[in-house]
């Protein structure tokens, strides 16, 4: 009997959220499903993970929810991404050495560092550290992807010192 009003309410929620949805403008819809569409995913998951047998349908949730918060920031990583995608490629392939998808000219290292020519060591030494604060080996991160930004600054800070 619990489980059939359970169903009831989640479906009379869903119609209410749809007409809500339909009715109102979308910069509002926005607005309100980042502030309070967050706190209503976690109320479901909490409300899940009490009802569940099972702990997975939870996990599932919060990895779900984790991978569309971070889907805006997969455009600024796609360089490094595709250079892992090439890298392994080539490894997986036996055709490439090791080293050989590191970054050799400056322009390579800027592309890599998200930086435009021209940069100062300034703009080089600020990139370098907000990118290695999202990869970094000991935060879950990619040693390789490590790797490829610290040779780009030094490829950049190089340049730049010569110049």
Known sequence: MIRVLLILLVLGVLIWGLRWFMRTPPPEVVATLRGRGGLALL????????LAHNW???????????????????????PLLERIWIHRRESAAGSGAAGSAMPSSVAEAYEILGLKPGATKKDVIAAHRRLMQKVHPDRGGSDYLAAQINRAKQILLAALGNS
């Open 43 to 50: 109320a479901l998951l909490i409300l899940l993970a009490l």
């Open 56 to 78: 997975l349908v939870p996990v599932l949730g919060a990895a779900g929810a984790i991978v569309v918060r971070s889907l805006p920031y997969l455009p600024r990583l796609w």
